[in-house]
């Protein structure tokens, strides 16, 4: 588990296809490597990825077809900047919400505007993703944890400080850059847990009703 929180800039420095797969190694000078073992988990741009080799301020990691097919990992190449975060500890401080590093799709920045030294950014996401996402809810982005502000249909739109753009590869988005997307976990099970037998989607049986039968809340509406 991580916290989409980014430790460290990256680089890659070698990619290697291997069939349907690939192999990838990475650089950074600023992640810390030192506590790190083989078969430890590394977010790279928030995908989690098994460390098969350790070298000096550099770690190779296998990436499946599975892995190619559902993120941006395709289009990698050589000195590409990647975000970095180590797998999260039981003291690790959770700065931004729990993220699996199992990407669910790719999302493609729409439009980028400055809003005083921050950035508004928007995304459209594929349609079955879109449900996912709600008005200050949290999503991560290239292992970027962030919270949305505004949902219209198949768009979002986030606010990314200044920190946030030097820090990471956000700053140098431009229109039409395809970034991975993990949508809220928590949205996922609630999803699951509501859905009936063989339905893939339950958009419908979360309502006023619901809740009230239950018992989450009265039998009156609030004002």
Do not use: W
């Amino acid at each position: 588990m991580f916290t989409g929180i980014v430790q460290a800039l990256g680089r890659v420095s070698a990619v290697e296809p291997t069939g349907d797969d690939m192999r990838l190694t990475i650089s950074s000078a600023e992640l810390d490597l030192d506590d790190v073992m083989l078969g430890d988990s590394i977010a790279i741009n928030g995908v989690c990825l098994t460390v098969t080799k350790l070298q000096k301020a550099a770690f190779c990691a296998y990436v499946s077809g599975e892995t190619l097919s559902c993120t941006t990992f395709a289009q990698l190449t050589v000195n590409d900047p990647v975000n970095l975060e180590k797998a999260l500890l039981p003291t690790t401080r959770l700065g931004g919400h729990l993220v699996s590093g199992h990407v669910d799709g790719i999302a493609t920045v729409v439009s980028i505007e400055d809003d005083a030294k921050s950035r508004r950014i928007r995304f459209s996401v594929p349609q079955a993703l879109s449900r996912y996402i709600a008005a200050k809810g949290s999503v991560c982005i290239d292992g970027v944890s962030l919270t949305v502000n505004v949902v219209e249909a198949d768009q979002f739109e986030v606010n990314v400080i200044p920190h946030t753009l030097q820090q990471t590869v956000i700053g140098e988005y431009k229109p039409c850059t395809r970034v991975n997307i993990e949508v809220d976990i928590i949205a996922r099970y609630l999803e699951r847990l509501l859905c009936k037998e063989g339905v893939s989607a339950a958009p419908n049986l979360l309502d006023f009703a619901f809740l009230s039968k239950h018992g989450f809340v009265g039998n009156k509406r609030c004002p």
